[in-house]
T-cell receptor, first 117, second 112 residues
Framework: GAVVSQHPSRVICKSGTSVKIECRSLDFQATTMFWYRQFPKQSLMLMATSNEGSKATYEQGVEKDKFLINHASLTLSTLTVTSAHPEDSSFYIC?????????????FGEGSRLTVL | TQLLEQSPQFLSIQEGENLTVYCNSSSVFSSLQWYRQEPGEGPVLLVTVVTGGEVKKLKRLTFQFGDARKDSSLHITAAQPGDTGLYLCAGILTGGGNKLTFGTGTQLKVEL
């Protein structure tokens, strides 16, 4: 089956620094990828839709200058958390849209846990 | 306000018991999916339902999509400790493109 890989799986950084998380589709091309944020024991909240070659579409309430998304190729999307603060600590998950667009079949990465000290 | 409300939010049962998780909305979905997620990992797709009234079975799991495509249920028969996890329903709104909206989640714990 289709595989989506995220890197790093865990990252700890100091407050004020920026952190980049990568999301790669390993065996298929993904024109659309999604970034989610998940707090402990809660559901996934969509942050933004990443489209290859164009600007990301952010959900209401998500700061686009804070969470920079780049989808420069058909297999890679990156999320950069800029000037991270402790409240940005969370589990970030990406997904890539598979071939079954009509059913919205998504393939999820393993997630990246960000801890900001 | 969450588009997809799941109930119950938490469920702790003994091995061998049956359970049903509900996923409800006032909106119509073109398709609906169920995922299971373990701590520190991404969600894993269990099933996709697209037709109103559709019933799908996956071993001890039975999934149903409501006739009006506004709700869904997941029934687990003879639960096992390996079923423990966070169960998430997620749907694509009719006319919503390919954006997946997740439910509020149900945390299931199955004890020996």
């Amino acid at each position: 089956g289709a595989v989506v890989s995220q890197h790093p799986s865990r990252v700890i950084c100091k407050s004020g620094t920026s952190v980049k998380i990568e999301c790669r589709s390993l065996d298929f091309q993904a024109t659309t990828m999604f970034w989610y944020r998940q707090f402990p024991k809660q559901s996934l909240m969509l942050m933004a839709t990443s489209n290859e070659g164009s600007k990301a579409t952010y959900e209401q309430g998500v700061e686009k200058d804070k969470f920079l998304i780049n989808h420069a190729s058909l297999t890679l999307s990156t999320l950069t958390v800029t000037s991270a603060h402790p409240e940005d600590s969370s589990f970030y998950i990406c997904s890539a849209l598979g071939l079954r667009i009509d059913t919205g079949e998504l393939f999820f990465g393993e997630g990246s846990r960000l801890t900001v000290l | 306000t969450q588009l997809l409300e799941q109930s119950p939010q938490f469920l702790s049962i003994q091995e061998g018991e049956n359970l049903t998780v509900y996923c409800n909305s006032s909106s119509v979905f073109s398709s609906l999916q169920w995922y299971r997620q373990e701590p520190g990992e991404g969600p894993v797709l269990l099933v996709t339902v697209v037709t109103g009234g559709e019933v799908k079975k996956l071993k001890r799991l039975t999934f149903q999509f409501g006739d009006a495509r506004k709700d869904s249920s997941l029934h687990i028969t003879a639960a096992q400790p390996g079923d423990t996890g966070l169960y998430l329903c997620a749907g694509i709104l009719t006319g919503g493109g390919n954006k997946l909206t997740f439910g509020t989640g149900t945390q299931l714990k199955v004890e020996l």
